[in-house]
Each structure stands twice: as C-alpha cells, then as structure tokens.
C-alpha cells in the first residue's frame, strides 16, 4: 500500500479522498491555488503545495507544477478526483514516467474514452449497443445531410472531444441541421481545439443510465449497479438516483452483464462508468468516463462500498477479492447536488459563508468543503455541497430529502437548494416517470 498520495484536486472531492486515504493509514499531500489557502481540503491535509495562482490554468491545471509538488513531498501516486486533470491522458502517461502510480485508468484507456468517436467505435466491437447514428466523425455538411436522411430527424451533432453539453446540437428538421452542424463545430472548437462532430439519433423521451465498475489488475470487473442521472438542465445533473425508478433487477443484470464482458476484453482497470440513454426498454451506450464520478456517493450508499478506497487499493495492485454475486443492494439512495448559484437565474454567487449547518440524522450524509467563515471563489465550479440520503425504499428516501433540505442551512450565499426543494415536493418527481428533458420544462416552468 502507497505510505503517501497527492490529491490533485480541490473542494468536496478533495475531502473526500484525504477521508479514504486517513482510513488506510495513508499520508496526504494537498495541492492549492493561491485562492484556496484557507480551504478545508488544504487544513485537513498532512501537507500542502500552493502550485499557481487562481485561475485553474495556472494551478489545478498546472501539470509541472503539480508533479514538481508531488516530487518534493515524496508522494507515491496521485489521485485526479474528477475534473481537472482526471481524464488528461498526457497526464497520466507523465505521472507513471515520474515513477508514481497514477490512481485511475491507462492513459491508452483515457485516451481513448475521451475521444467520444473512439469510445464508440471500441464499445460497438465489443457487442455493446449504441444509438443509431454516424460511422465516425461528418467530415462536412453534405455528409451530415446524409447520415441525418438515413437515421431520420430529429438528429442530435456532438463534439467528438465534447462533455458537459458543450459542441451539442439537436436538428429537429433538415432545415435546421445546417445551423446545428456549423454551430457544434465552432463551440467543439472553441472549447477542446477540436471541431469533429458525430451525428446521433435525438431520442425524445430517454432516461440517462450510468453503471459503476471496477476492475482489478487481473482480469476481474465487477458492476455496482446504475445510478439514474435523468435530472439535468442544459446537460448538466443537479439531481441523481440509485438504483433507477425505471430499472428493473433483470435490466440491471442485462446491462451489467453486457458492460462487464466489455471492460473485460478491454483489459480495463480501475474505476469507470459507462452512461447510456434508456428508451423503450433498450439501453445504447453513449460515452464511458475514465474516472470518479461526483455522483458515486448513492452507489456507495447502497452497496455498502466505499470506491474511493478501492480505487487506492486496486492501483496499489490489489485484487478486488470479491465477485458479481458478492455485491447486494440494499433500499434507496439519492443526491442533490448544492450549487453557489441563484436557484431561479442559476448566476452564480460566489462569497463568504457567514453562517453554515449541515442536515444530519440516519441516513443523511454530507459531502462538503463548506465551513462558517469560508470565501467561495469565483475561479471555479460553483458546485459547494452533495446532500446524499438513504432510506430502505425510493418513498422513504424523498421524505428523508425533504426534511434534509429544510435542515441544511447556508448563510451568505445563495444556494440552489430552494430549487431541489421545489423538485422534491413536484408529483413528476414523485412519480419517477421522468425523463432527460423534465427538468428543463420544470424550471422554465418556476
């Protein structure tokens, strides 16, 4: 086991990590902008760095200057939480030529899912199913015109080297898909340096599935089930579930089944989730992110496993020493993710906390940086807290949300968690027949 690891990370998921590496007896090593000297990830940290100032470009996005601090305090491994540098492959190859372990995948399998055509192109080989769509990168609008007339309208062009909704746009008619495709390229370039686009088929009514895995260094993957991340607003979650109100134990198997088998002749390592969209019955995958996700909290709520602590001892080299039928879920779980922002205009509104009381009772956890004193910067995701609660059934559990919200107190600040409140309390929530596009007519509807 590693005596001493970086966190190359900041906030929640940066407290979160330093928690797993406490219980392994693990010494930390907290990295920080000028920005975060105050910041808790930076308090409770065995040792820090300041590695640049505020601007991510200049420090958590630093590369030479996270691997100088993981050098000089003679840190084993790193671990890229999520964001940031977390699905960097040129960053992983450069942490393992340093002689550390970086705690994730093979820069060749991170290379490889951040390329969005190439992700797609692997999972097809590999029997898992997709969304209808283009064979590749459009090279041009002529072609675009042709892989739409052939799926049919509405299409829906994506970035190749896209996420966060960023290089997306839906076509609904033909007319509409020169505009599309000229406007996805110039975002994709804009935002990654890169403007190949793919087309999909837009499906109108899908719900957004995710599957956890892990896999050792010796052949062994093992799924934890899927996570519902339907509640969205321009392509971003603000609310996600474990296990789907729509899955059943027999789709969760099929899918399971079939995304294990995968990863297995791939050779996988570490942590990943694949996201599909989930329509009529059938799953198509869409992407795979080579990393921890913010969501993994209701996993591990509901499967009693802490992953973090299993991505540190499986890029220790550790076998995972359990199988398929090892892993049992158990009721219900749910996250809102609390965000520094106005809950009706969603401007964000960074500034000092003066006041700050986290929800608690059974079943209630927080996953926060948050103290009373405490200046959220404007350089970074206004994303500030996860309230994650667990109760034996999906009913149980929004009722425990509900009282959870009314207790969670931030002063100083705005916060979105009027918002989550609203969604709580909405019969279409209640009812878990919701899908990708509810939330954006819920809020245009506030």
């Known amino acids: 086991m590693f005596q001493k690891i970086l966190i190359a990370n900041r906030g929640e998921i940066a407290l979160r990590i330093q928690r797993a590496c406490r219980e392994l007896g693990i010494a930390t090593v907290a990295v920080h902008s000028t920005a975060d000297s105050e910041a808790m990830h930076v308090r409770l940290a065995d040792e820090s760095v300041c590695i640049g100032p505020?601007?991510?470009?200049?420090?958590?996005?630093?590369?030479?200057?996270?691997?100088?601090a993981a050098s000089i305090t003679g840190a084993e491994a790193i671990h890229p939480g999520y964001g940031f540098l977390s699905e960097n492959a040129r960053f992983a190859e450069m942490v393992e030529a340093h002689g550390m372990t970086f705690i994730g995948p093979s820069s060749g399998h991170i290379g490889m899912?951040?390329?969005?055509?190439?992700?797609?192109?692997?999972m097809a080989s590999l029997g898992v199913p997709l969304v209808p769509g283009s064979d590749g990168a459009v090279a041009d609008l002529a072609e675009a015109r042709k892989v739409a007339s052939r799926i049919g309208y509405p299409v829906l062009i994506k970035a190749a080297a896209g996420g966060g909704g960023r290089g997306m746009k839906v076509a609904r008619e033909a007319g509409e898909l020169e505009e599309a495709f000229q406007t996805?390229?110039?975002e994709a370039r804009a935002a990654f340096g890169n403007d190949a686009v793919y087309i999909e088929k837009f499906l109108d009514r899908p719900r957004h599935i995710e599957l956890q895995i892990l896999a050792d260094n010796h052949g062994e993957v093992v799924h934890f089930g899927e996570r519902d991340c339907s509640l969205q607003r321009r392509h971003q979650k603000l609310l996600e579930e474990a296990g789907s109100p729509a899955i059943s134990a027999t789709d969760r198997a099929r899918l399971g089944e079939t995304a294990t088998t995968a990863l297995r002749k791939l050779?996988?390592?570490?942590?990943?989730?694949?996201e599909f969209l989930y329509q009529d019955g059938q799953f198509a995958f869409?992407?795979?992110?080579?990393?921890?996700?913010?969501?993994?909290?209701?996993?591990?709520?509901?499967c009693g496993i802490d992953l973090v602590r299993e991505q540190i001892r499986l890029a220790a080299g550790a076998a995972l020493g359990?199988?398929?039928?090892d892993i049992t879920f158990s009721g219900h779980a749910i996250e809102c993710r609390i965000t520094a922002e106005d809950p009706k205009t969603f401007t964000p509104t960074p500034g000092r906390v003066t006041?700050?009381?986290?929800?608690?009772?059974?079943?209630?956890?927080?996953?926060?940086?948050?103290y009373a004193g405490y200046f959220v910067p404007p350089y970074y995701d206004s994303m500030v807290a996860k309230l994650i609660v667990h109760a034996p059934t999906r009913e149980e559990a929004i009722n425990r949300l509900r009282r959870a919200l009314e207790e969670f107190v931030v002063v100083g600040i705005q916060t979105t968690i009027p918002l989550h409140q609203k969604i709580v309390d909405d019969p279409g929530f209640q009812s878990g027949d919701y899908t990708i596009h509810w939330l954006e007519h819920f809020v245009a509807g506030q």
């Open 355 to 370: 006041a700050y009381h986290a929800p608690g009772g059974l079943g209630v956890r927080i996953d926060s940086a948050l």
């Open 113 to 122: 899912m951040g390329d969005k055509i190439a992700a797609k192109e692997a």
């Open 184 to 186: 996805a390229r110039a």
């Open 286 to 302: 869409i992407e795979m992110n080579t990393r921890l996700q913010v969501e993994h909290p209701v996993t591990e709520m509901v």
């Open 267 to 274: 050779g996988y390592r570490n942590a990943g989730t694949l």
């Open 322 to 325: 359990y199988g398929q039928r």
């Open 54 to 68: 505020p601007a991510a470009k200049d420090s958590y996005l630093n590369i030479p200057a996270i691997l100088s």
